[in-house]
């Protein structure tokens, strides 16, 4: 899978770097995996959220922080498309950003 882009994740942990192991293997296994569809990933990730237009939420360190992924399993493509704290997560829009 090819990640959109390591280096928001990296300048998210630089911040807050109580998460940077999280994010670190979420990107590796992510990187390293070849999903065909969310059930795929859901087997992977169980607790992953399951949004609109192929976003997935995933809960990172216990659900301190949310990560949004828009994933195009054909390509082989996932783009970052949030980061940020459980209060963060609260004020946007999850299905539109």
């Not at 630089?14 to 994010?23: M, N």
């Not at 859901?42 to 994933?71: Q, T």
Request: aromatic content about 16%; some cysteine; hydrophobic content about 35%.
């Amino acid at each position: 899978m090819k990640i959109f882009s390591r280096g928001t994740i990296r300048d998210f942990w630089e911040k807050h770097g109580d998460c940077e192991l999280q994010l670190k293997t979420w990107y590796r296994e992510t990187e390293k995996s070849n999903w065909s569809s969310i059930n795929e990933l859901k087997n992977e990730y169980p607790s992953a959220s399951i949004l609109k237009y192929n976003r997935i939420v995933f809960n990172i360190k216990g659900n301190d922080y949310r990560l949004i992924v828009k994933f195009n399993f054909e390509y082989q493509l996932a783009w970052i498309r949030f980061i940020g704290t459980h209060v963060e997560y609260d004020k946007i829009n999850a299905n539109e950003i």
